[in-house]
């Protein structure tokens, strides 16, 4: 448990500071710890065989190689995530709550991913603040994405103004300047902090300007992080607010190999600054097959509603209009999963969401007639591993309940929450100096030689 003590002379700074300072002390801390494990067990384990690694598996996208450590989540394939160990559920009870809310704080969950603790309502708060003083977008950061047209996708605007960013990068300037090996964590420390603290303004700027005419909101240096960020965006109801601390706790992380966690990893990895590597992230994201799938979400369900011509389409209707994608050659987005092979515990946050405060509403009851329909009709196809929801099965309908009906900026609110994970995780590469990720590949035309029998094929 953290201890703050305002009146410790160590700390001659205002008390938001000497906060982070504080935990930034007890990060390095435990991954020094860490570190000194990881390096003994090497030395007594370090040839130990975690698993044997198919041919299918080289070609078919590396499901279920262990290949990565990831100390922010754990992914299990029934049960879906456990941040730091803790369920969603868990986390929906432990974790600090805004004032008058039942929806856990985003940044609560940070000081978890980043620290492996829970924290107190006041850890929590005195991050919230510390995320707030952080956050001045430079001017020239709005200039960037001005200069795009206003057509462009809400993703390219986002992934355009984080690279705008960069130009503060603490890590890029030390390192240019000569930094040591050992000070990597701390540049990369304090540009997470500054890029969670800005996403949320960067990411209102652009739905301002695509969607409401450039009328830009101050923040509001009273709100907790997604509170503030509902507030920006323009959306001051309460209900928003507490939808978007849980989108952004229950999308911030989903262990290292998913596209965007791996991608941040892997460009962090050439000493990339957190920018740069956030950033490549982010375009893993905006794949359709990824984050983007939110967006696809509910622009298949307006299709199939505009198609049918009904609000709520009844199960069978559901049924033929879900045969007509697949005999079109397309996925039911939403559905499926890499490594999940039950119902996605995110889906079933925001389904409980949906019943606490919109039990009513048309297309949340559609998405859930979707969900007793789909399943069984990915399952007859005998090839689809996992026929059950994601968590992009669910957002969407959500957020339009509340009148966000441009579904294109979707991936824009799960990239601001990813942020919390893959820097999280970031700041643990650095400090645990994981070195330059380099797999070995193979050509087709070597495959084909070792199957044949020929010897030392693999260079050994
Ligand atoms: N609809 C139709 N077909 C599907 C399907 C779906 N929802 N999910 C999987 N399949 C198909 C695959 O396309 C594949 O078909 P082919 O053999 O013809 O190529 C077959 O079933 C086997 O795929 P799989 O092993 O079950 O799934 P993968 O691990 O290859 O892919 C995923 C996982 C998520 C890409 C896939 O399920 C999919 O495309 N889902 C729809 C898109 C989606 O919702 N993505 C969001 C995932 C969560 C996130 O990252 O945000």
Same mark, same amino acid.
């Given at each position: 448990?953290?201890?703050?003590?305002?009146?410790?002379?160590?700390?001659?700074?205002?008390?938001?500071?000497?906060?982070?300072?504080?935990?930034?002390?007890?990060?390095?801390?435990?991954?020094?710890?860490?570190?000194?494990?990881?390096?003994?067990?090497?030395?007594?384990?370090?040839?130990?065989?975690?698993?044997?690694?198919?041919?299918?598996?080289?070609?078919?996208?590396?499901?279920?190689?262990?290949?990565?450590?990831?100390?922010? +989540?754990?992914?299990?394939?029934?049960?879906?995530?456990?941040?730091?160990?803790?369920?969603?559920?868990?986390?929906?009870?432990?974790?600090?709550?805004?004032?008058?809310?039942?929806?856990?704080?985003?940044?609560?969950?940070?000081?978890?991913?980043?620290?492996? #603790?829970?924290?107190?309502?006041?850890?929590?708060?005195?991050?919230?603040?510390?995320?707030?003083?952080?956050?001045?977008?430079? *001017?020239?950061?709005?200039?960037?994405?001005?200069?795009?047209?206003?057509? @462009?996708?809400?993703?390219?605007?986002?992934?355009?103004?984080?690279?705008?960013?960069?130009?503060?990068?603490?890590?890029?300037?030390?390192?240019?300047?000569? !930094?040591?090996?050992?000070?990597?964590?701390?540049?990369?420390?304090?540009? +997470?902090?500054?890029?969670?603290?800005?996403?949320?303004?960067?990411?209102?700027?652009?739905?301002?300007?695509?969607?409401?005419?450039?009328?830009?909101?101050?923040?509001?240096?009273?709100?907790?992080?997604?509170?503030?960020?509902?507030?920006?965006?323009?959306?001051?109801?309460?209900?928003?607010?507490?939808?978007?601390?849980?989108?952004?706790?229950? $999308?911030?992380?989903?262990?290292?190999?998913?596209?965007?966690? $791996?991608?941040?990893?892997?460009?962090?990895?050439?000493?990339?600054?957190?920018?740069?590597?956030?950033?490549?992230?982010? *375009?893993?994201?905006?794949?359709?097959?990824?984050?983007?799938?939110?967006?696809?979400?509910?622009?298949?369900?307006?299709? !199939?509603?505009?198609?049918?011509? /009904?609000?709520?389409?009844?199960?069978?209707?559901?049924?033929?209009?879900?045969?007509?994608?697949?005999?079109?050659?397309? /996925?039911?987005?939403?559905?499926?999963?890499?490594?999940?092979?039950?119902?996605?515990?995110?889906?079933?946050?925001?389904? #409980?969401?949906?019943?606490? $405060? !919109?039990?009513?509403?048309?297309?949340?009851?559609?998405?859930?007639?979707?969900?007793?329909?789909?399943?069984?009709?990915?399952?007859?196809?005998?090839?689809?591993? *996992?026929?059950?929801?994601?968590?992009?099965?669910?957002?969407?309908?959500?957020?339009?309940?509340?009148?966000?009906?441009?579904?294109?900026?979707?991936?824009?609110?799960?990239?601001? @929450?990813?942020?919390?994970?893959?820097?999280?995780?970031?700041?643990?590469?650095?400090?645990?100096?994981?070195?330059?990720?380099?797999?070995?590949?193979?050509?087709? *035309?070597? /495959?084909?030689?070792?199957?044949?029998?020929?010897?030392?094929?693999?260079?050994?």
């Amino acid at each position: 448990m953290l201890c703050f003590n305002f009146t410790t002379p160590k700390f001659n700074r205002n008390p938001y500071s000497f906060s982070m300072d504080l935990i930034k002390e007890r990060f390095k801390q435990k991954a020094d710890e860490v570190g000194a494990e990881i390096k003994q067990m090497l030395k007594e384990h370090g040839n130990k065989v975690i698993g044997e690694v198919t041919l299918a598996q080289i070609y078919q996208g590396m499901r279920g190689m262990t290949g990565l450590v990831t100390e922010t +989540s754990l992914l299990d394939a029934n049960e879906g995530i456990r941040f730091r160990g803790y369920s969603i559920p868990e986390l929906k009870e432990k974790l600090p709550k805004a004032p008058g809310g039942d929806e856990p704080l985003p940044e609560a969950l940070f000081h978890l991913l980043l620290l492996g #603790e829970l924290s107190s309502q006041e850890e929590a708060d005195l991050i919230t603040a510390t995320l707030q003083r952080r956050s001045h977008v430079p *001017n020239y950061v709005f200039d960037t994405i001005e200069a795009l047209p206003v057509s @462009s996708h809400p993703m390219t605007m986002f992934v355009v103004g984080i690279m705008a960013l960069q130009n503060g990068s603490h890590f890029a300037k030390s390192y240019a300047a000569g !930094m040591s090996k050992k000070d990597y964590w701390d540049a990369t420390f304090d540009d +997470s902090l500054d890029l969670i603290s800005r996403l949320p303004r960067i990411a209102a700027y652009i739905y301002r300007r695509k969607y409401r005419n450039g009328e830009h909101i101050e923040p509001n240096g009273l709100l907790d992080w997604a509170g503030n960020f509902a507030h920006m965006m323009g959306y001051e109801s309460e209900g928003f607010k507490e939808l978007m601390r849980l989108y952004m706790t229950i $999308h911030a992380d989903h262990e290292g190999g998913n596209v965007s966690a $791996h991608t941040t990893h892997l460009v962090g990895s050439a000493l990339s600054d957190p920018f740069l590597s956030f950033s490549a992230g982010m *375009n893993g994201l905006a794949g359709p097959l990824h984050g983007l799938a939110n967006q696809e979400v509910i622009k298949w369900i307006f299709e !199939m509603r505009e198609a049918l011509g /009904v609000d709520l389409p009844s199960k069978d209707q559901i049924a033929e209009y879900v045969k007509k994608t697949l005999s079109e050659g397309k /996925v039911v987005p939403g559905y499926g999963h890499a490594v999940l092979r039950k119902t996605d515990p995110r889906f079933t946050a925001q389904m #409980e969401f949906g019943k606490k $405060h !919109m039990p009513d509403d048309a297309l949340v009851q559609t998405v859930w007639r979707i969900y007793e329909t789909v399943p069984d009709i990915l399952n007859g196809l005998g090839k689809v591993k *996992n026929p059950w929801p994601n968590v992009d099965a669910h957002s969407g309908a959500l957020l339009v309940h509340y009148g966000m009906v441009e579904y294109e900026f979707y991936t824009v609110l799960f990239g601001v @929450s990813r942020a919390l994970g893959v820097l999280a995780s970031l700041c643990w590469d650095r400090a645990l100096a994981m070195p330059l990720e380099r797999p070995k590949s193979v050509t087709t *035309n070597l /495959v084909k030689d070792w199957l044949q029998g020929k010897d030392n094929i693999w260079g050994e």
